[in-house]
């Protein structure tokens, strides 16, 4: 037997060895060594040999295995008995009890073996654990030093498995049957260990006093506290465990890096990483593994906040960040531009940190999406003074330039890579020429139409697409012609289509068509053959032809997609036929075609050009289907909120910002721009708030100077500049801020009336160098002009001269507007005269600005020549016209003309909107001419007015403040009633208040009336509860 098993041995060491050689070659791999083609080769002959050796080794011994067993059979060797199979061995015991019973016989158990017995038992069989093991002490003969390593090792296995009634029972029984007495602290720290790992708190805590009581120093030993952690962490208490470490650091006592470690371990297990890092409050020293897993934590969960704060933690505790905890960082870093993931990798290559070449690449591949060239840059140039940039490297930082639309670079990158001597795949060949294209390299497409000719038809189609999308219509056909005579046997449907779409894609319909009638000669026309025509023909405004096109397609039998489709509805949104638009959206119905992202956005879109609003809401309804989903992509989100902040769609806008937080939409720093936007339209200031914290704070995004100015704007609309003024001096140093944000800073002051702090800020402007321009004075001037400081106002119209800014009609406008205010209507018409004189048309604006001065100061005769010059100048009246026209007709007494100005503008679908401010006028006119029957009529049928944004807060409070003079006070109650409940029905929109004037003379009304004890407090309370002042004085008697 001897010699079958040498021979044994030589069967398995070939395996052994080339496992050996396998693993050795994986480490080369990992580490980044290239093996050339031929040494694969070389190694794989190889292989293949030491196959056959080893094959053949089995075989030969085998056969001597064999010859050897006859041999010792003949020499009467017993043999196995019969029946019996080789490989057969004892069968397991059923039970974890048996077996260990079974294994016992054996002899004394000790050491690992008895904790590994141990464990089995007490998870399985907890009742029999003490009779079994200590019985098992009895039988056997163990010197006294090993039984009470034994007894000792069977407490732990209990504390552990939170057995404390075990832990007991194994001490008694160990005293009374063995005579092993356990040292009193073992055993206080045996119950503390037990009663902690299965969560009896109230019991953990008792142990503790009793250990008090009996201390000399009335402490807890730091033993104790620490067995009592490590239970806690086991069942879960992790606030018990945090009380315990502040126990300890109470007590002067330093905590185990381990003890942290498995605080934040345990803490993620129970999903409650964040929480239990916040209830620390920094007050607990966090070691490097800790850091680790609360910045993987951060990663996970895409918070940049928690991420920045566990970082400056441990930078303010003097923890050095471990090479994981860098690398934690740069994968959720990596995911913004903002320069944060720069300074970590090269804090990370100052520690002498070498990251491999696969988060190398993960890092490239992520700045694509981030569009984090910096980063991809500084990554790649690391690789290069490693002498590691391979091939798929510098196809992932080429993907990354491409991503940012900088082809050019992407370029460069092809020129490198051909001076190491790399060789492109075809992959990389096709995606370089669509680059060269794009970069406008016609050298580099010339280059590589020389090393793609010839071979597989994609090179042609590269070519040809390539020529297509630089233009180069010539060159396109003549790459195709080259294909026909070189080799006629890959042209195929596709060839030819791609040529049309080159020709199509230029407006080149004429040599499309002639292509495809020398198609028809050889090929089939196929549906994209058909779409491209169609496409072609949509795109010259020929959409009779698509149609035609769309006809020939289906008397064919090829059956019409969302593609073809998409093409008609494209043509005729570019002719602003919205009618023929809604019948191609009936024909996708009818053939049961789903609206995609093309359909949404090119509806959005048109939505925009209509020139007649109506038509415009009526293309928005499309909004309304069920089958259109605007959260599949950011650009049909995008194209929506554009389309919905354009027409003021307040429905639709509420809509799409609730859906947005559970969509699968992805916000770039342009969409939020937008989403503050529309929180601002909706009035909800609080919601702008919580996009601007998700952007900068959770995901890390730095604000462009378009979305800091939404945000600034918004505040401002709010009045709220001091808020807005604090955000900017925030941002100042990080964000350009253009001339538009200063415009919208002044103009915020302008509003509060303080000309002042205006002033302030246009020479922080000169300091800071910003350009100045005709925004910039003309905001300035209309700060001061509102203030009625025309003489300031007019300085500023002269220094604006001398800094080369022409003013405009806004700026004529807010000088008008100053006069205007101060009564000075001659002054006014001087300055609207001089305007025109400069060549300026007077627009609606203007004329609004002198309409408005003249009925403020009852000049109804100058109104009247304004309205007749209006009208003569073809000016559109806005809505704003509509308000000064009812109250100058309130003014005059005549309440007919006041409602005859508000009804024709509803029957006028192309005249201006009538809003809640046209709401509120009515209603005040009907209140100034005593009629409060038609006030209230009025005010119920405005309810009723298709996309009406009211009644507001304003016509509230012109009902209530009116109604009690004219005899209706029961009625002006019920309606503040209603206030409070309609006015701020919507979520997340900021409260809209009833004037306190109006308020204060509700009241006054009703202690006249005797009924303020009846009606007062409960109204007071309905107030404060919908958020209204109520002035205690109010309801003195």
């Known amino acids: 037997m001897m010699c079958s098993q040498h021979l044994m041995t030589i069967i398995t060491m070939p395996a052994f060895m080339h496992a050996a050689a396998f693993e050795a070659a994986t480490v080369d791999n990992s580490q980044g060594l290239k093996q050339a083609p031929d040494t694969v080769v070389e190694e794989a002959g190889i292989t293949i040999t030491s196959v056959g050796v080893e094959i053949a080794c089995f075989c030969v011994a085998f056969a001597m295995i064999r010859f050897l067993s006859k041999a010792h059979s003949s020499k009467g060797t017993p043999m196995r008995q019969a029946g019996k199979k080789l490989c057969e061995t004892t069968p397991e015991p059923a039970t974890t009890l048996q077996a260990w019973r079974s294994h016992k016989r054996t002899g004394p158990i000790r050491g690992q073996e008895l904790q590994h017995w141990a464990d089995r038992v007490i998870a399985t069989e907890p009742k029999a654990f003490v009779e079994e093991f200590i019985g098992h002490f009895v039988e056997t003969s163990l010197p006294d030093d090993a039984l009470r390593d034994g007894v000792s090792t069977l407490m732990d296995v209990a504390e552990k498995a939170g057995q404390a009634e075990i832990v007991e029972a194994v001490m008694e029984a160990a005293k009374e049957r063995l005579g092993v007495v356990v040292d009193q602290g073992h055993a206080h720290r045996s119950r503390l260990s037990a009663h902690a790992t299965c969560g009896s708190e109230h019991r953990v805590e008792e142990l503790l006093r009793q250990e008090r009581e009996q201390a000399a120093d009335g402490t807890v030993a730091v033993s104790s506290l620490a067995v009592v952690v490590r239970g806690y962490l086991k069942a879960g208490k992790i606030q018990g465990a945090i009380s315990q470490l502040r126990e300890m650091v109470r007590l002067g006592h330093k905590i185990p890096p381990r003890a942290m470690s498995e605080l934040f371990a345990a803490a993620a297990k129970a999903g409650i990483v964040k929480e239990t890092y916040t209830s620390l409050g920094g007050q607990l020293q966090v070691p490097e593994d800790a850091v680790v897993a609360l910045l993987d934590f951060a990663f996970q969960s895409e918070d940049f906040a928690f991420a920045r704060d566990v970082e400056q933690l441990a930078k303010d505790q003097g923890t050095a960040l471990k090479q994981e905890a860098f690398e934690a960082m740069l994968k959720l870093y990596v995911k913004v531009d903002d320069g944060k993931a720069i300074e970590i990798f090269q804090r990370m290559l100052s520690a002498e940190f070498v990251p491999c070449e696969g988060l190398c690449r993960y890092l490239m591949a992520r700045c694509a999406d981030s569009q984090n060239v910096r980063l991809a840059e500084s990554v790649a140039e690391h690789l290069r003074g490693r002498q590691e940039m391979s091939l798929a490297c510098y196809k992932t930082l080429m993907k990354v330039y491409a991503f940012n639309g900088r082809y050019a670079k992407a370029c460069e990158l092809y020129d490198e890579i051909k001076q190491h001597g790399l060789e492109p795949d075809a992959v990389m060949y096709g995606s370089v020429v669509k680059f060269a294209a794009k970069a406008g390299r016609t050298d580099l497409v010339h280059e590589l139409a020389e090393k793609l000719e010839g071979g597989c038809i994609r090179n042609y189609m590269w070519l040809i697409r390539s020529a297509g999308q630089e233009g180069d219509v010539e060159r396109a056909v003549r790459t ?34 002639q292509l495809l009638e020398e198609m028809r000669q050889v090929y089939p026309m196929n549906k994209f053959t ?25 008397e064919s039998g090829i059956t019409p997609d969302v593609a073809s489709f998409s093409c008609l509805l494209s043509g005729a949104a570019k002719q602003l036929d919205y009618k023929e638009t809604l019948r191609i959206i009936a024909e996708f119905d009818r053939r049961k075609l789903p609206l995609d992202s093309y359909v949404v956005s090119t509806m959005m879109q048109l939505s925009r050009k209509l020139p007649d609003a109506r038509d415009a809401y009526k293309v928005l309804s499309i909004l309304d289907r069920p089958d259109v989903h605007i959260f599949e992509d950011e650009v049909v989100f995008n194209t929506v909120l554009d389309a919905c902040i354009y027409r003021r769609d307040y429905k639709r806008l509420s809509r799409a910002i609730d859906g947005y937080p559970s ?49 600034i704007d918004a505040l401002v609309e709010a009045k709220r500049v001091e808020d807005a003024l604090a955000l900017f001096r925030d941002w100042k140093t990080k964000v350009t801020c253009d001339t538009i944000i200063y415009s919208t800073l002044i103009k915020g002051f302008a509003s509060i009336g303080d000309a002042d702090r205006a002033m302030a800020l246009f020479q922080d402007m000169r300091t800071d160098g910003v350009q100045l321009n005709h925004i910039v004075f003309t905001a300035l001037i209309n700060a001061h002009a509102k203030n009625g400081l025309m003489k300031r106002a007019e300085q500023l119209m002269e220094e604006m001269e001398k800094e080369g800014c022409k003013p405009n009609a806004i700026t004529y406008s807010s000088m008008i507007r100053g006069h205007c205010v101060r009564g000075d209507l ?10 025109v004189d400069c060549g300026f048309r007077a627009d609606a604006v203007i004329f609004n600005t002198l309409l408005d001065g003249c009925v403020q100061h009852r000049n109804f005769e100058l109104a009247d020549e304004l309205l007749l010059k209006m009208k003569n100048a073809k000016v559109a009246p806005s809505n704003f016209t509509l308000s000064i026209l009812v109250k100058m007709w309130s003014k005059r007494g005549d309440l007919d003309k006041a409602f005859e100005v508000v009804r ?4 006028d679908s192309t005249g201006p909107k009538v809003d809640a401010q046209v709401g509120a006028c009515i209603v005040g006119a009907c209140i100034h001419n005593r009629a409060p029957e038609r006030a209230l009529e009025i005010f119920e049928e405005m309810k009723t007015w298709p996309s009406f944004d009211g009644p507001d807060n304003n016509t509230y409070s012109a009902l209530i403040s009116g109604l009690p003079r004219l005899g209706y006070l029961r009625k002006a109650v019920e309606l503040t009633d209603e206030a409070c409940v309609r006015l701020n029905t919507n979520p997340g929109q900021d409260k809209r208040l009833l004037a306190p004037n109006a308020l204060a003379q509700l009241f006054r009304a009703l202690r006249n009336e005797r009924l303020l004890q009846e009606l007062g407090p409960r109204l007071a309370a309905k107030l404060r509860k919908a958020g209204m002042g109520v002035d205690d004085k109010w309801l003195a008697q």
């Not at 001659?826 to 305007?835: D, I, N, P, R, W």
């Open 530 to 554: 058909y779409n491209t025509m169609m496409k072609g023909h949509c795109a010259v405004g020929d959409l009779d032809s698509a149609r035609r096109s769309l006809q020939e397609m289906e």
């Open 663 to 711: 969509s699968k939409v992805r916000a770039s720093v342009r969409t939020y721009g937008l989403l503050i936007k529309c929180c601002a339209i909706l009035r909800r200031t609080q919601g702008c708030w919580n996009f601007w914290d998700e952007m900068v704070d959770r995901r890390g995004i730095i604000p462009n100077d378009v979305t800091l100015g939404c945000m």
């Open 826 to 835: 001659s002054s006014a018409l001087q300055v609207f005269q001089q305007m």
């Open 904 to 907: 024709s503008a509803l029957k």
């Open 480 to 513: 195709f012609r080259q294909l026909q005579s070189t080799q006629p046997e890959l042209v195929d449907v596709m060839a030819y289509n791609v040529t049309i779409d080159a020709c199509a894609s230029n407006n080149n319909m004429a040599l499309a068509q």
